[in-house]
């Protein structure tokens, strides 16, 4: 591909191969011209009926956040359009904030991240008793989420509210902007949260009167102005999700593919992988709440190893399905809890 500037409506006649090719500071993403705007619109209006003065810059950058002690938000690229949704999708699998719903859920999470940027609550002594130390270890892919607790409100997916105190603060934040809730109903007998959520109250009507001290100058990862192509970044993103896997305990395929190796090929575990891959993935989703993509590879990985194997199935494909997606999912957590897959003891 040449080097000049590709608009965003031309990206629908060229293939995924030629899109990938390109840099990113080739192509032309306005914002004002996408529908993005008008979710922006939307957040304004929202910050606005809640009497906060601060209006957040949004720009397209090459992930969702909130570029530290800045009041700007990066909104990932890829949902400028519908062309790069479905890049997006057949390079990662999932297209994160790719539906009205999540993308105001995570506009307003980095909003609330936007609000301490100008106003460095996390500083005061009081914010580190509600919310915990600022300085707290950061592991957002592998905390033990408590999911009874009612100290923290629930807002994005796995709990977030309870990976660090930041995020703590963005997710009472969000949902103590979002217009839809009723957060001192909804959180009435929750008494950890709604603690947060009255002092998230008290804030908003303390900052009317405080001055904006958030940094200034060029926003980091403006795809504006990254040389990377599109191929490169998707390897690197890959990469990062798709952690080194330890061997996947042959023991444990066995028995769930324990058939005669004697039998015909379509009963082999590796056509069977192939053939349930995407319903084993979904369920294993749902019930871990871990990007289809990390799981997609797990997935890839065992049936790989069935093959090197030559496992058969030995009983109903259901019966086998519901124990690959259990097998699957137990290995999953503890990757969320340990960053390993491993077997649960």
């Given at each position: 591909?040449?080097?000049?500037?590709?608009?965003?409506?031309?990206?629908?006649?060229?293939?995924?191969?030629?899109?990938?090719?390109?840099?990113?500071?080739?192509?032309?993403?306005?914002?004002?011209?996408?529908?993005?705007?008008?979710?922006?619109?939307?957040?304004?209006?929202?910050?606005?009926?809640?009497?906060?003065?601060?209006?957040?810059?949004?720009?397209?950058?090459?992930?969702?956040?909130?570029?530290?002690?800045?009041?700007?938000?990066?909104?990932?690229?890829?949902?400028?359009?519908?062309?790069?949704?479905?890049?997006?999708?057949?390079?990662?699998?999932?297209?994160?904030?790719?539906?009205?719903?999540?993308?105001?859920?995570?506009?307003?999470?980095?909003?609330?991240?936007?609000?301490?940027?100008?106003?460095?609550?996390?500083?005061?002594?009081?914010?580190?008793?509600?919310?915990?130390?600022?300085?707290?270890?950061?592991?957002?892919?592998?905390?033990?989420?408590?999911?009874?607790?009612?100290?923290?409100?629930?807002?994005?997916?796995?709990?977030?509210?309870?990976?660090?105190?930041?995020?703590?603060?963005?997710?009472?934040?969000?949902?103590?902007?979002?217009?839809?809730?009723d957060w001192k109903k909804e959180y009435s007998k929750w008494p950890g949260a709604?603690?947060?959520?009255?002092?998230?109250?008290?804030?908003?009507?303390?900052?009317?009167?405080?001055?904006?001290?958030?940094?200034?100058?060029?926003?980091?990862?403006?795809?504006?102005?990254?040389?990377?192509?599109?191929?490169?970044?998707?390897?690197?993103?890959?990469?990062?999700?798709?952690?080194?896997?330890?061997?996947?305990?042959?023991?444990?395929?066995?028995?769930?593919?324990?058939?005669?190796?004697?039998?015909?090929?379509?009963?082999?575990?590796?056509?069977?992988?192939?053939?349930?891959?995407?319903?084993?993935?979904?369920?294993?989703?749902?019930?871990?709440?871990?990007?289809?993509?990390?799981?997609?590879?797990?997935?890839?990985?065992?049936?790989?190893?069935?093959?090197?194997?030559?496992?058969?199935?030995?009983?109903?494909?259901?019966?086998?399905?519901?124990?690959?997606?259990?097998?699957?999912?137990?290995?999953?957590?503890?990757?969320?809890?340990?960053?390993?897959?491993?077997?649960?003891?």
């Amino acid at each position: 591909m040449s080097s000049k500037t590709i608009k965003a409506e031309e990206l629908a006649e060229l293939s995924d191969s030629d899109i990938l090719k390109l840099r990113f500071k080739n192509i032309a993403l306005n914002i004002s011209e996408t529908e993005i705007q008008e979710y922006i619109n939307q957040l304004y209006s929202e910050l606005e009926a809640k009497g906060l003065v601060f209006k957040p810059q949004i720009f397209f950058g090459d992930e969702w956040f909130s570029p530290e002690g800045m009041n700007a938000i990066a909104v990932p690229f890829y949902l400028a359009n519908t062309r790069l949704k479905h890049l997006e999708k057949s390079q990662m699998l999932e297209v994160e904030g790719g539906d009205p719903e999540y993308f105001m859920k995570l506009l307003r999470h980095e909003a609330g991240h936007c609000f301490d940027h100008c106003y460095k609550f996390s500083k005061r002594k009081k914010w580190s008793q509600v919310f915990g130390s600022p300085d707290k270890d950061y592991a957002p892919e592998t905390y033990r989420p408590q999911p009874f607790s009612k100290g923290y409100v629930k807002h994005l997916e796995r709990w977030y509210a309870q990976a660090h105190p930041d995020e703590d603060f963005a997710e009472t934040f969000a949902v103590w902007l979002s217009p839809n809730i009723d957060w001192k109903k909804e959180y009435s007998k929750w008494p950890g949260a709604l603690k947060k959520l009255n002092y998230m109250e008290s804030l908003a009507k303390e900052s009317v009167k405080l001055r904006n001290t958030s940094e200034k100058g060029r926003v980091p990862s403006n795809v504006a102005n990254l040389t990377s192509t599109l191929e490169k970044y998707y390897q690197k993103r890959r990469r990062e999700n798709a952690d080194e896997y330890p061997d996947f305990y042959d023991t444990d395929l066995k028995t769930i593919f324990n058939g005669d190796t004697a039998l015909k090929s379509e009963f082999s575990a590796r056509r069977f992988m192939k053939r349930h891959k995407k319903d084993i993935v979904a369920t294993v989703a749902w019930a871990t709440h871990e990007r289809k993509f990390t799981i997609d590879a797990l997935v890839k990985r065992l049936t790989d190893r069935c093959a090197q194997l030559h496992l058969r199935l030995g009983k109903s494909e259901n019966q086998t399905t519901m124990e690959v997606a259990s097998f699957l999912t137990s290995l999953v957590k503890n990757y969320l809890f340990t960053g390993k897959f491993k077997r649960e003891a």
